[in-house]
DNA sequence: TCCCTGTTGTTACGGATTTCACAACCGTAG
DNA sequence: CTACGGTTGTGAAATCCGTAACAACAGGGA
């Protein structure tokens, strides 16, 4: 019953949460699927079945409970709770991962960074302290991490992953340039803004006659 | 007949055209929908019928020209030129943006950095002087930029969008945690490595049942 | 030349996902 | 207490996408 629910469904939950927890600053209490959907460019029906897939949460005749709805999403999707992040490489991403402010109100806490350049081992990045990327797994073992984020060169990519997925990881956020190879159990997401510039080309190459000829 | 290629497709082939350059400087001249297919945990069937979209690059019984359908790829997504680049935010993340060296060797160059912020209007980013947010339109109106870069805050983004829209960009890359609400024929790209986080919890919260031993 | 191996391009099939459409229902107003 | 406007949950239909399968063909060797 619970089984068999498409990927793409889990990946627009997070979506849903996000306007839902706007929208509850906004002050709103109820909100419909037809007004959800107009907000985020998806229509009701989607909205509807992506939500039937766990179970009735609406309200004929009236929508949806905003606050109820989003404690829903929130604890189907497991963000009801903190969870602990390994980060992988501090060169210039990496740093920049390591102090972005976006991770910890959502509950993922950077507990580790590791690099293999010893100059930057020992040094602290967003009062964390950089660990030699050797102490990898054995920290690894000994303490609760959930998500692994590779911020690593391309061609250090794949074995970081390995040794992520070795370590018992199961969740991995890749920031280097290439796809990594995984097991059917591990989840990947990949963050590559070059790739998605590159999909962006083909639809806008037509025209643009600007300028330069 | 060139038409109605799903997007799907259209985003496979930077994957393709990636992993192409690799082989190239492998030294590899020939690869067959096989062999790439196991490189990216892509089925050979995927990849032949994603190239019959655009032409017949292959040779029964031999494979592809890495070189020759690299290019070809590169032709069919307009990666055979430059392009121009736009970054709006110059916080953390758009200075991280700025700095960041994976843009340029494909191609992408940032050539005008804005922001809002009086105290960061004419500092330079990485050898570009940051303009103020106002001069954004004239700016887009006298310089042939292509692309659009969103690094502000979730609450400005819209506006961003909005702005860059009007003036004329056909893509943008929304680093904002939101989903810009923009017309059909503007291309947009989100990097949400929250959302990204989000969604594998779902996967990985049946077990981890934290720390324990 | 002819056969054998290897690989493409493509069509047909099937599975996955989205959209449609509507019965069931809620709350309110009369 | 009944009628009505509004909205859900959901099976069925439609669409989109991936996989399988194979005829066609290139190159090499006998």
Redesign the pocket.
Known sequence: MTLEI????INRLPVYARALAALAMDGETV??????GERLD???????????YF??????????NVLGLLAKLREILGLDRKWQVALVGVGRLGQAIAEYGGFEPQGFQIVAVFDSDPAAVGTTVNEVVVRDSEELDTFLRQNPVDIGVVAVPAHAAQQVVDRLVNAGIRAILNYAPMMPHVPLDVAVRNIDPVLAMQSMTFYIKRQDLTGAK
């Open positions: 498409p990927e793409v469904v909100v419909s699927s037809q007004t959800l998806v229509t009701p029906a989607q909205i509807r079945k992506d939500l039937s179970g009735r949460f609406g309200k004929q005749g009236r929508g949806y």
